[in-house]
């Protein structure tokens, strides 16, 4: 069984700026919902005016453009996964538990900031703010990488699997989540987290 | 360690039909190049002659346009998947050896049909080809959520962790390999397969 850790959801009160039910989070919200159904590249800021009911002004009033946006929407994502990594790092703990640590509180971002992390795992590096995000991305997968390395010299993950591969199919596990996890579902983001590490660390067989 | 099962890569002959150079098979494997990149919706006929080089009366030669490309590229990527279900039922062995056989020849599939697998995950259900796609996709879902409620019945699986979300989580690690696998990648798929199955069935963490 997995050791029950709290998931760690790290959400910031929503920023308030600018008149009342039009604040920047309203606007990103809306805007991360039209990035998912059109691509960002396929959105304008006429079809978040539309979609908000107000002048792009209005939208101005917030936000410099589209750009601005997307930065905002894909740092929500990252500074997610990221508090989640310096967690896991400041642990004093054997890296297999950090790694664990680890994706129990990713899951928790997902859960918690699905919008965001949908659309950062759609970038493909199109523009600065998108090449700047993936290269964040990077470094975090690369910090998982380096977890599974450690815990493998540590004895405590199976030798006969690549650590690159291995970091690659969990996170690979933890990302397919965004595929058909929805807020409302009956599966709780703790239960989640569970699913997974279970899945991930423990396998499915039944151990004899 | 897992099982060495042989991964079973069922690709048929390249279909040939219309003039040298220009088969009906060139047409396909540029137009779903094509479709991953642009989306479906934003790839023309014009995208498709002008990366093929040909006028689009020579595409027309082959299929009746583009709709019939998609229903050609999510075939063979579904007709893949079904396959190594139908062996995989096939089986006479426990539910567990079923699953974990399924597994590993859709990884196979998934690592010889990438951009045709790709393209089908990307479906979302905007036209009655990508419709009709997404209820062969589904049921496939439904047959792998099946043997896992098998296997947990024969005790074979863990007992703590809905069937359901199961089947998602090991269907999502599988097809979070499109996001990152290369044909040339150093890993092979037979590898790649071992790896999947070897985490999934098995856990990361070393058996003590």
């Known amino acids: 069984m997995p050791e029950q850790v709290t998931v760690t959801t790290v959400d910031p009160a929503p920023r308030r700026r600018g008149r009342p039910g039009y604040d920047l989070e309203a606007v990103l919200r809306v805007a991360v919902e039209v990035f998912n159904e059109r691509g ?3 959105a304008s800021m006429e079809d978040l005016s539309k979609r908000l009911g107000i002048a792009k002004s209005g939208i101005y009033h917030h936000v410099s453009g589209k750009e601005e946006l997307l930065r905002l929407a894909l740092d929500r994502a990252l500074d997610g996964l990221w508090e989640a990594a310096d967690l896991a790092r400041a642990l004093d ?14 899951v928790g971002v997902l ?7 949908t ?29 599974v390395e ?42 989640l987290a569970d699913a997974v590490c279970a899945i991930a660390f423990d396998g499915l067989r039944v151990r004899r």
């Open 111 to 117: 859960a918690a900031r699905l919008p965001y992390v």
């Open 93 to 106: 703990a054997p890296a297999i538990e950090r790694l664990e640590r680890l994706v129990r509180d990713a």
């Open 150 to 191: 450690e815990a493998e010299r540590d004895g405590d993950i199976r030798p006969d699997i690549d650590p690159k591969l291995a970091a690659r199919l969990l996170f690979g596990t933890v990302n397919s989540i965004v595929e058909w996890y929805r807020p409302a579902s009956s599966t709780s983001p703790s239960a």
């Open 40 to 42: 960002y590249d396929g």
């Open 119 to 147: 659309l950062l795992l759609r970038v493909r590096g199109n523009t600065d703010v998108e090449r700047a995000a993936l290269a964040r991305r990077r470094a975090f997968d690369a910090l998982v990488a380096s977890l």
